[in-house]
């Protein structure tokens, strides 16, 4: 483990409590206090400002206690993208041995619009590094035409799945999926990381 994050776990065990049960492959975290927030102070006007390093998320310290090395700094970037909280609640699937050269994957609350999402993200560790992938399922109140234009206006329209189901998507790899459900709009959103 490279020395940098296993300082970072070492103050990362004095800050963050966390619950782990293991029961069969799977590892279910119980979250207490996700608190990453990084902020800087300004001395004065002349001394330029000073951050704190962002802490590593409970849910990377968890991989890497797994043992699932190659993916920790893949891990730790892909739940910060989707909002990791003091609130987020996980569960995650248990590579199988040895740990460092397999799949795994988590499953996650997301608060988004004040509504409750579910993520799931998909590890897959190599001799290269880690690629990822996650699907990203909310079900907001808004039409999808109100959704698209204020979310995802800036997205390209890919084609129309159905009359209900219109796919968009960016330069990224990034897809959007816009599902009519009643008066609401079912938004699935997916990313890969290469």
């Known amino acids: 483990m490279p020395h940098a994050l296993r300082q970072q776990?070492?103050?990362?065990?004095?800050?963050?409590?966390?619950?782990?049960?293991?029961?069969?492959?799977?590892?279910?975290?119980?979250?207490?206090?996700?608190?990453?927030?990084?902020?800087?102070?300004?001395?004065?006007?002349?001394?330029?400002?000073?951050?704190?390093?962002?802490v590593v998320n409970i849910l990377t310290q968890t991989a890497v206690k797994l043992g699932a090395l190659t993916c920790a700094a893949r891990v730790q970037q892909v739940t910060t993208r989707l909002g990791v909280t003091a609130q987020t609640r996980a569960?995650?699937?248990?590579?199988?041995?040895?740990?460092?050269?397999?799949?795994?994957?988590?499953?996650?609350?997301?608060?988004?619009?004040?509504?409750l999402g579910l993520a799931v993200a998909d590890f897959y560790p190599s001799s290269q590094a880690c690629k990822a992938d996650?699907?990203?399922t909310v079900n907001l109140p808004d039409r999808c035409a109100t959704v698209r234009a204020n979310g995802f206006a800036g997205l390209r329209s890919e084609n129309a799945l159905d009359e209900t189901i219109t796919a968009l998507s960016d330069q990224t790899n990034m897809r959007v999926?816009?599902?009519?459900?009643?008066?609401?709009?079912?938004?699935?959103?997916?990313?890969?990381?290469?």
């Open 9 to 54: 776990e070492t103050v990362l065990r004095a800050r963050t409590a966390a619950c782990r049960l293991a029961v069969g492959r799977f590892a279910f975290v119980a979250v207490v206090g996700f608190g990453t927030v990084a902020h800087a102070q300004e001395v004065d006007a002349i001394a330029p400002a000073t951050t704190v390093a962002p």
């Open 91 to 115: 569960s995650l699937r248990r590579p199988s041995n040895p740990p460092d050269t397999n799949s795994f994957s988590i499953a996650m609350t997301v608060p988004v619009d004040g509504v």
């Open 177 to 194: 999926f816009l599902v009519s459900s009643g008066a609401g709009c079912t938004v699935i959103k997916t990313e890969t990381f290469d």
């Open 134 to 136: 996650y699907a990203l």
